[in-house]
């Protein structure tokens, strides 16, 4: 199987790229990004891309992957809806519409997150990662999945490229180990969301939109 993960020079998408890594059954992995990984690995390819808004210029860079895992993402603080919709959905739906004309029978799978609201209404972000999920749900991909993680414990060496959430993780594990323990469906690790894409994709699920209790389930 061979699989595109964007994002992975950030948490989820590193923690990703690491179980991919670790699979026998994967045999490349293609990171897009604008800038380089620090980690080097015989089945990783790298495509530096300088405009997430198109990838039809590097369309033949795309073809003959299995899966994509869509781990890019931005927060939204001191955003104003107009950006945040072009880097989130804009450049999200840019990679789909590209990887679906030429790939219709892959796997995509999207992380946006837990309180995404899927009516478009409510806050924001929650307004433009539903409409990001919808639209994703209704190209028509073999199989979409659209991962809603909610607190992650970064594990396997992986550290948050946010400054705020790597001081939370630095003072407050204990904290979310915790909550681990008195609330499991709420807390998963990052390595347990790249096991969960990869046996999604390998074996299916029986629901589109997957929760912190479905990562735990795919990984059983």
């Known amino acids: 199987m061979k699989v595109i993960i964007t994002g992975a020079t ?14 026998d059954n994967i045999t490349e992995v293609l990171s897009i990004s604008r800038r380089s990984l620090s980690i080097k690995h015989p089945k990783i390819k ?12 590097v369309r033949d860079q795309l073809e003959g992957y299995d899966a994509c895992y869509a781990c890019m993402g931005v927060s939204s603080a001191g955003m104003k809806e107009e950006e945040y919709t ?12 590209t990887l679906f004309q030429i790939n219709p ?8 997150g837990q ?18 999920e ?8 073999r199989q979409a999945f659209m991962f ?39 807390v998963v690790d990052s390595a347990q969301i790249g096991q969960a894409m990869i046996t999604a994709t390998q074996s299916g699920y029986d629901k589109k939109i997957i929760a912190p209790g479905d ?6």
């Open 105 to 112: 029978h892959m796997t995509f799978i999207y992380v946006s």
């Open 148 to 186: 809603r993680p909610g607190m992650i414990i970064p594990v396997k060496g992986v550290s948050p490229s946010s400054k705020l959430y790597r001081a939370l993780i630095n003072n407050l594990t204990w904290l979310l180990k915790l909550m681990k323990r008195l609330a499991p469906n709420s």
């Open 86 to 97: 072009r880097l989130t959905y804009g450049y999200t739906m840019a990679l789909a519409r």
């Open 46 to 57: 790298e495509l530096l891309h300088g405009d997430f808004s198109e990838f039809d210029s």
């Open 134 to 141: 919808n639209d994703l749900l209704k190209l028509g991909f």
């Open 10 to 23: 950030g948490m989820i998408g590193k923690g990703v790229l690491l179980e991919c890594l670790d699979q």
């Open 115 to 132: 309180g995404t609201d899927s009516t478009e209404s409510g806050s924001m972000w929650a307004r433009v990662k539903g409409k990001t």
């Open 215 to 220: 990562i735990l389930k795919l990984n059983k």
